[in-house]
């Protein structure tokens, strides 16, 4: 039953006995919707999470007025489409709804982004899941805007490669000692046999973990033009739906395109290195090993003086 007297208002009314600044305070794991573009311009309805916090820069304050960030979360998520420059009105709507207390703002939306994907040979077309986020800080009265994706691809060892190529060349002479000529049927006939190909190098899903600062609202790429990015430097996307061509150019794009996590992380760097859009950038080639129980990684960043750190 709802009280007749006012209510009290702690957080308003009252004085910490501590006393001190903080530099963040708010919520995380928020349940919000989001609405975006998918890849082929349908507007969608997809379930996310946020985090939302502003600075306590109030000595004496008690706290913040929670409440303000989850309404302000709710009531611009869910009518607009998701952009940064939406993300933009939430960090000033953070920071006015506090005025007096809060001079700064932070969030982060982060949900798992539907596409559509189209098979490597066939017509089949599937549905993949990218994990994606998009964040703002605001500041000392100025903006950062950073987008990130994570996306799977395949990562094939060059050293166990060369190795696996070693050990067919020894069955081959083995195979072939007492002959000083080898014809081009009876080798293709040997290449085709389950017995001749003796090894095949360690390959693995592997994961880039990619974050962009843009310095142009307007300007910002969409999260399926970053995934593009990094399935397009590393040419070994992983795929839903496939029949046996799809497999079999697999398995030739995977020959073509051995990498190390180095490898990986100095094709993404070149990649980013010639957008303009991007003023920082920090990714992460995780290579999830087959041969070991432990993972490969490479980590770079644009160097930016007071950026993105490794």
């Known amino acids: 039953m709802a009280t007749s007297s006012p209510m009290p208002d702690v957080a308003t009314e009252s004085r910490t006995r501590f006393g001190g600044t903080l530099d ?13 573009r998918d890849n082929e311009g349908n507007l969608v309805l997809c379930p996310a999470k ?13 706290g913040i007025h ?7 979360l709710q009531e611009i998520l869910a009518g607009e489409e998701l952009h940064l420059t939406q993300v933009k009105r939430l960090l000033t709507q953070f920071v006015d709804s506090h005025t007096g207390i809060s001079q700064s703002s932070y969030v982060r939306i982060a949900f798992d982004l539907p596409v559509r994907r189209k098979a490597l040979i066939s017509e089949n077309i599937s549905w993949r899941t990218y994990p994606v986020t998009i964040s703002g800080d605001l500041r000392d009265g100025k903006y950062r805007f950073v987008v990130g994706v994570s ?32 014809g081009v049927d009876a080798m293709a006939t040997w290449l085709g046999k389950e017995t ?22 307007d300007q910002a ?3 399926v033009q970053l995934i593009d990015l990094v399935e397009g430097a590393l040419k070994t996307p992983v795929q839903a739906a ?15 395109n051995l990498m190390f996590c180095e490898d990986a992380g100095r094709k ?21 090993e087959s041969l070991h129980p432990h993972n490969a990684v490479s980590i770079v960043v644009k160097g930016v003086p007071g950026g993105f750190r490794a």
């Open 24 to 36: 963040k305070v708010g919520m995380t794991d928020i349940e919000v919707p989001v609405r975006f």
């Open 50 to 62: 946020a985090d939302a916090f502003v600075s306590l820069d109030e000595a004496n304050a008690r």
């Open 66 to 72: 929670m409440s303000r960030l989850f309404l302000s």
């Open 151 to 182: 996306v799977a691809y395949s990562s094939t060892c060059p050293c166990s490669a060369a190795l696996a190529r070693q050990l067919i060349q020894e069955k081959f002479r083995a195979d072939f000692s007492d002959q000083s000529q080898v």
């Open 196 to 217: 001749s190909i003796v090894a095949t190098p360690h390959s693995q899903r592997s994961y880039a973990h990619l974050q962009v600062e843009v310095s142009d609202v």
């Open 221 to 223: 790429p969409t999260f």
């Open 242 to 256: 496939v029949k046996r061509e799809d497999e079999q150019e697999f398995a030739r794009l995977n020959g073509a």
């Open 268 to 288: 993404l760097k070149a990649a980013l290195s010639k957008d303009k859009r991007y003023s920082d950038f920090r990714l992460e080639a995780v290579h999830v």
